[in-house]
C-alpha cells in the first residue's frame, strides 16, 4: 500500500509472522515455503527449493485438503486481502492443474496491493 509502513502494514493484516511484512515477490516466495513445508512437511525440498516455476501439481503433487491448508495459512499470513478461495474458485480444472508457486506468489503481491485487481486477473484469463 502506497505510503504504508512495514509496521503498520503488519499490523493491518495482522500477520503471524515477521516475513509476511515483506510483499516483495521473493519474500513472498519465501513465506510460501515456509507454509507448504508445514503442510506437506519436510519432503517438500527434497528436490530442492519452491521455484516460480514449481507446480502444484507435476512437482509437489497437493492434494485438495493441501490446498485447503494453504488456503487457510495465506489468510493467518496475509489477512483478508488475499482471498485465496474465491481466487482458485474462478479458475478451471486446467488452470488448477498447472497452477504454479509463481502465480500464488503473484496473486498475493497483487491482492496486497490491488485485491480488485487481483480478482479480475483471473476472471480475465478465463
Given amino acids: 500500500m502506497p505510503g504504508q509502513t512495514a509496521e503498520n502494514l503488519d499490523t493491518t493484516i495482522g500477520t503471524t509472522t515477521s516475513t509476511a511484512a515483506d510483499t516483495s515477490p521473493e519474500a513472498v516466495l519465501a513465506?510460501?515455503?515456509e507454509i507448504l513445508t508445514e503442510i506437506v512437511g519436510d519432503d517438500l525440498m527434497l528436490d530442492g527449493?519452491?521455484?516460480?516455476d514449481t507446480s502444484f501439481s507435476d512437482d509437489l503433487q497437493l492434494e485438495s485438503i493441501e490446498f485447503v491448508a494453504l488456503s487457510e495459512e495465506l489468510l493467518a499470513a496475509y489477512g483478508e486481502k488475499v482471498d485465496f478461495v474465491?481466487?482458485?474458485?474462478?479458475?478451471?480444472?486446467d488452470q488448477v492443474v498447472a497452477l504454479t508457486a509463481g502465480q500464488v506468489v503473484d496473486f498475493v503481491v497483487t491482492s496486497l496491493a490491488d485485491p480488485a485487481a487481483a480478482s479480475a486477473a483471473v476472471a480475465s484469463e478465463g
Avoid at 474465491?86 to 480444472?93: E, G, I, T
Fill in 86 to 93: 474465491s481466487w482458485m474458485s474462478a479458475m478451471d480444472l
Fill in 49 to 52: 527449493p519452491l521455484a516460480m
Fill in 31 to 33: 513465506q510460501l515455503e
